[in-house]
């Protein structure tokens, strides 16, 4: 059968440096770091106290008290983003629109752990009765953001979470890609959302060494690529596109965005949480994604790259990228948009996809901040974008994600003509 085409028809988001999609693609190009002290929990006695935390944002803006009961922040984010993005897309305008046909595939990597701490700490603390809130489990389950889209619209299509690790939201996206090219759906509301700025997160991660703890100097900490990067920095919030059939789009007269013409999966099958030192899993994900756009190593014109800040990760991504592309490695504009997002786990993807496809519509390449000190494991012919934005046509854009457990996803986005 012939497979469909499927395009981006709405944009949402709302991330550590805007809290929708034109306030976080001005934040981008402009070199806007989200890293502060954080606010959410007193951090005070931790070996890391700051966090790329959403701002100016209030729940009670967003939900009425009773609703805002039921729902952890995790989904809340989600939520939020998807609204706009819904919105963007104008695909539910139509009164006639069949709300049947229209998914939701969501990805997170932890859910609401939030809620998980709150529940477990009150018992606890307390006299051992296991008195637990009704809606501790649908507000802690991973699964529970899709759910929540679908009935506030009425969508009825496919509906489930993906959960990868780091990888999740791009998993979304390509489960999505997938349905749609099969025609098991005319439009799917995708992406992820993650609220992990937590007591036990901030915690469990230092206890693997692997938040930096540049405390006197937070903005500059993620600094991905950079000689002196000690770790990553912990982000939160939300990003949702709407994929929709190309046919369906065009008669509803849509606004096209950018094409996902490719998706690419792999496996490490090497650590739980390290990458393999040669780059062989993000090798593989990124020669799979592009087999499956049918297009050559060349066209590729910008990367995406998962870019952590962290010592191995960045020099292990680097390798497969040279692996793969050869010469045209050095043609090619690549970039980190975590060093000024921080790492949002499991809705990492959704929103370095985001930014990709605002790099296709723009044909500007959004920096890798803080970068001071070259790194001599790294190939200085490689262009990483460092501290400034730079303008370049660019036609095909490719994301990476990858995830604990070996978990690798990329996705490739096309300028729509």
Request: charged letters at 20%; one cysteine or more.
């Amino acid at each position: 059968m012939e497979l469909k085409r499927v395009v981006v028809t709405g944009i949402g988001a709302l991330t550590p440096i805007g809290n929708t999609y034109p306030e976080f693609w001005e934040a981008l190009k402009n070199g806007v770091s989200g890293a502060a002290p954080i606010t959410l929990f007193d951090a005070t006695l931790f070996k890391t106290q700051f966090a790329c935390e959403v701002k100016n944002y209030s729940i009670e803006d967003h939900f009425d008290r009773k609703e805002a009961r039921k729902i952890d922040r995790c989904a809340q984010l989600g939520i939020v983003a998807a609204r706009e993005a819904i919105k963007h897309s104008g695909i539910l305008e139509d009164s006639d629109v069949n709300k049947e046909r229209i998914g939701v595939i969501w990805g997170s990597g932890i859910g609401g752990i939030k809620t998980f701490e709150d529940e477990v700490s009150s018992f606890a603390t307390g006299n051992g009765i296991p008195r637990f809130n009704p809606f501790f489990i649908p507000k802690m389950i991973a699964d529970i953001t899709p759910g929540h889209i679908s009935m506030e619209f009425g969508l009825m299509g496919p509906n489930y979470t993906t959960v990868s690790a780091c990888a999740s939201s791009t998993n979304a996206i390509i489960d999505a890609f997938m349905l749609l090219q099969l025609g098991k759906a005319n439009a799917i509301v995708t992406g992820g959302s993650e609220a992990a700025v937590t007591v036990s997160s901030i915690g469990g991660f230092n206890s693997m060494h692997a938040l930096s703890t540049r405390n006197d100097d937070p903005k500059t900490a993620s600094r991905p690529f950079d000689k002196d990067r000690d770790g990553f920095i912990m982000g939160e919030g939300g990003g949702c596109i709407i994929l929709e059939e190309y046919e369906h789009a065009i008669a509803r007269g849509a606004t096209i965005y950018a094409e996902l013409v490719g998706g690419g999966l792999s496996a490490d099958a090497h650590h739980l949480t390290a990458p393999h030192p040669e780059g062989t899993g993000a090798f593989n994900v990124m020669k799979n994604a592009l087999e499956d756009a049918g297009i050559e190593l060349t066209d590729i014109d910008h990367i995406n790259m998962h870019g952590t800040s962290t010592p191995l990760g960045d020099i292990a991504e680097s390798k497969a990228i040279i692996k793969l592309f050869g010469e045209h490695a050095y043609d090619i504009l690549i970039n980190s948009t975590k060093s000024m997002t921080g790492h949002l786990l499991g809705a990492a993807g959704i929103i370095e996809a985001i930014a990709a496809i605002g790099t296709v519509q723009h044909n500007i390449v959004p920096p890798t901040i803080n970068h001071f000190t070259d790194d001599e494991n790294l190939d200085p012919k490689i262009d990483y974008t460092f501290n400034h934005a730079k303008e370049k046509e660019v036609n095909y854009a490719l994301s990476n994600t990858f995830g604990f457990g070996g978990h690798n996803a990329c996705v490739v986005f096309k300028k729509y003509k």
